[in-house]
């Protein structure tokens, strides 16, 4: 079974920038599509990004032109790069991996979750 660990959150003020990576325990991630969520607290988790097993990407409106997400699959990793944070940023982030090659907004559909990572925007 997949196991997927994020890392890279922490306390920034409103627009410095944070890397979360996430790591896979197997390198069949490298076939299947990621993505990004994330949950701000009272609130519902809420898609940022998602990237194909070919590497093409979508942002939600509210963090497109700020967050950039890649995959390295030699590493079975993926990242968020996240500049320019504000305080709506703030929220437990969460990588995820569906074991079906194509690509989803629907969270789901996304088979295997990491344990989340926080971010906290304040100043």
């Known amino acids: 079974q997949v196991q997927l660990v994020e890392s890279g959150g922490g306390l920034v003020q409103p627009g410095g920038s944070l890397r979360l990576s996430c790591a896979a325990s197997?390198?069949?991630?490298?076939?299947?599509?990621m993505a990004w969520y994330r949950q701000a607290p009272g609130k519902q988790r809420e898609l940022v990004a998602t990237?194909?097993?070919?590497?093409?990407?979508n942002y939600a409106d509210s963090v497109k032109g700020r967050f950039t997400i890649s995959r390295d699959n030699a590493k079975n990793t993926v990242s968020l790069q996240m500049n320019s944070l504000k305080p709506e940023d703030t929220a437990v982030y969460y990588c995820?991996?569906?074991?079906?090659?194509?690509?989803?907004?629907?969270?789901?559909?996304?088979?295997?979750w990491g344990q989340g990572t926080q971010v906290t925007v304040s100043s």
């Open positions: 995820a991996v569906r074991s079906v090659n194509i690509v989803t907004t629907r969270e789901g559909l996304y088979d295997y």
């Open positions: 197997t390198s069949i991630f490298s076939g299947y599509p």
């Open positions: 990237i194909t097993s070919g590497g093409s990407t």
